[in-house]
């Protein structure tokens, strides 16, 4: 398998945190989103992934797209350990906290967004800064209600194994704290990204660790 990645991309990470979980080899391919106007906006890219958004898995013919959706695919395809387990009612539990993250904080705050305000609505870096602040932090404080108050919350998001929801929360925290959001008194989710970090699945995955880092 191939991985077409970003070191610092959110969805990225999430991918290779799967893998890593699964004890899956990969070639990791970096896709730099900032060098020459961006490589993912090149064509050899774009022929594999015309959204020209990373991270893209090509498993033998087959090229996919959307870190979710790779995800999945990853534990339909390698169902142990499952990153989907349980009863109906728990993977929806966990695709719900996954989702709350990848479809309602990241996409407000992805790198083209911010390019955008920046260049198209001439918002200023501190301008840009306090919009990427406000909504991480508003989703972040919803997700800690979440977690906190349900008993299936274990040492993980869900139970005491790690889960989509926990492959989603890392990278999300990571930039969090890249951008000095006010996460101190998220003791639960301060709690399970500790307990993740400290796996070598989810080190190996971070941002620092990657052969393209800066």
Not at 55 to 67: I, K, M, N, T, Y
Not at 92 to 111: E, S, V
Not at 128 to 148: C, M, N, Q, S
Request: hydrophobic share 40%; net charge negative.
């Amino acid at each position: 398998m191939k991985l077409y990645t970003y070191f610092r991309s959110s969805a990225a990470y999430r991918v290779r945190i799967a893998l890593n979980l699964k004890g899956l080899a990969y070639q990791a391919i970096p896709v730099h989103l900032l060098r020459t106007g961006g490589e993912h906006r090149q064509e050899d890219y774009l022929a594999i992934n015309p959204a020209a958004l990373v991270p893209a898995l090509v498993d033998g013919e087959r090229a996919l797209s959307q870190s979710m959706a790779i995800i999945e695919y990853l534990d339909e395809t390698h169902p142990e350990p499952s990153l989907l387990p349980g009863a109906a009612t728990d993977r929806a539990r966990i695709r719900g906290i996954a989702q709350a993250i990848a479809c309602d904080i990241h996409p407000l705050n992805n790198l083209r967004v911010l390019q955008y305000l920046g260049r198209e609505l001439g918002a200023t870096k501190e301008q840009k800064d306090a919009w990427y602040r406000h909504w991480v932090e508003l989703g972040l404080e919803a997700l800690e209600t979440t977690l906190a108050g349900d008993a299936r919350t274990g040492a993980f998001c869900h139970g005491d194994t790690p889960t989509l929801a926990d492959c989603c929360l890392v990278p999300q925290v990571f930039n969090a704290r890249r951008l000095n959001c006010r996460i101190d008194k998220l003791a639960v989710i301060n709690r399970i990204v500790e307990r993740c970090e400290a796996m070598e699945s989810f080190r190996l995955a971070a941002p620092e660790n990657q052969p393209d880092a800066e």
